[in-house]
């Protein structure tokens, strides 16, 4: 449903484990929420452990298509009996009536320690639970399985139900929308999440869930910022869409204002180059024509060369535009042309 852009789905609960490599693409993960685990109960009166106890059993392994059903079979298959017992497609509520009422020996069901089903069956007494003593091989052997322990009594204090701590296995619930959800609405749910997942459970500590693990499917951008930073300051003072995309343009800003700043710095000081060289490439040419002018009686230049020079140099410097702080610069230059011209001026009577 996830996957099919007119179901009207975008969001969901997804069992680790369950997606194949090729469900990944247009997915992103929000994080895992809580432990599922894999409960086994049994009839009381049916005695040993492991996966021998079940053989010639009737045994419910969830309804078809079901997280359930696709986990025992992979297990089953693991441990090579998954063709001397009898399977059954039955769905929790349907598993557990069977189970009180004797029709079949044991069931097997993936769900959270709140749900009622699992809350009816561990503190009812013609009910057994059982443990799985390869706990720790099917954690090496599975990336998504875990190990978790229900404690003695947790079900029932006064009937002791559990009698003794039980080993499961486990996988963890993630939370999995389409990568075109709006980012305003997926901090929406991690808020959520953290609101209702973050108190303390049979299974784990205050504040170990959400958490940021990316079992099948990778953690979405906005994931690793609420993971990494907490909800946006913004959130508290913006709609949610105007938060998020302003939060965005804050991300983008910093970079860019990293390099705007040492710019801001260096640009008064190029405005000052820029304009005193203007002024000072004229000066440079008028120390050459000095220069020139006090050559010239060796058999330098024409002198009427030198003032159409000098005319034109006190042309530029006559039309310059330059801001106030840079006119006693230009003013200066004027004077100095004009000592030159004076000089050349002498210079050319002395010769004629």
Do not use: C
Request: net charge neutral; charged share 20%.
């Amino acid at each position: 449903m996830l996957h099919d852009p007119h179901s009207g789905v975008s969001v969901a609960l997804i069992q680790g484990g369950s997606i194949g490599a090729g469900q990944k693409s247009g997915l992103e993960s929000l994080g895992t929420l809580f432990y599922e685990p894999m409960w086994w109960f049994r009839k009381r009166d049916i005695q040993g452990v492991g996966a021998e106890s079940l053989l010639g059993r009737k045994i419910a392994i969830g309804s078809e298509g079901s997280g359930t059903r696709a986990l025992m079979l992979e297990l089953l298959k693991g441990v090579g009996i998954e063709k001397q017992i009898e399977l059954l497609p039955l769905g929790p509520r349907a598993a557990s009536d069977k189970l009180l009422a004797g029709e079949i020996d044991v069931a097997f069901m993936m769900m959270s320690w709140e749900s009622p089903v699992v809350r009816q069956l561990i503190a009812d007494e013609r009910v057994g639970l059982s443990g799985f003593p390869r706990a720790d091989a099917f954690v090496a052997l599975y990336p998504y399985i875990n190990k978790v322990v229900v404690p003695r009594g947790v079900g029932n204090l006064t009937k002791d139900q559990p009698p003794n701590d039980v080993t499961l296995i486990a996988t963890k619930a993630s939370l999995v929308v389409r990568d075109d959800l709006h980012p305003a609405l997926q901090y929406l749910l991690l808020g959520a999440a953290a609101e209702i997942h973050s108190s303390q459970s049979i299974f784990n500590r205050t504040g170990e869930f959400p958490a940021a693990e990316a079992i099948d499917i990778p953690l979405s951008n906005e994931a690793q910022r609420f993971y990494k930073s907490g909800p946006p300051l913004l959130h508290d003072y913006f709609p949610f869409w105007m938060a998020a995309l302003i939060g965005k343009l804050i991300i983008l800003l910093i970079p860019i204002l990293g390099i705007l700043y040492p710019m801001m710095r260096f640009l008064p000081r190029l405005y000052d180059w820029l304009m005193r060289s203007k002024i000072l490439r004229m000066y440079g040419e008028l120390r050459l024509l000095e220069g020139e002018m006090a050559n010239a009686g060796v058999g330098g230049h024409h002198t009427g060369e030198m003032i159409a020079r000098l005319d034109r140099l006190e042309e530029e410097a006559n039309h310059a535009t330059v801001p106030v702080a840079y006119a006693s610069m230009l003013y200066s230059l004027r004077d100095h042309i004009a000592l030159v011209r004076e000089g050349l001026k002498k210079h050319a009577d002395k010769v004629g």
